[in-house]
């Protein structure tokens, strides 16, 4: 489990689908995409929320 206390196998999953998704509107780098769930500071200091950060590298949108 990561800092979010999310399984790497259901990580992989979410990437997985992501990906599927993005797909279907732009060709993508999938050898540097990176998705990883953290947590952050919720509003006026309450408590700490997951957040999910991807950095998604796209070669080219498809044109529909």
């Known amino acids: ?25 732009a060709e993508i780098n999938e050898e540097d995409f990176n998705i990883e769930l953290t947590k952050i500071p919720g509003e006026k200091g309450g408590r700490v929320l997951p957040a999910l950060v991807a ?6 949108v498809k044109q529909r």
């Open 1 to 25: 489990h990561d800092q979010s206390g999310v399984s790497p196998q259901l990580l992989e999953k979410m990437k997985n689908e992501i990906v599927e998704v993005i797909s279907k509107y």
């Open 55 to 60: 950095n998604i590298p796209i070669k080219n």
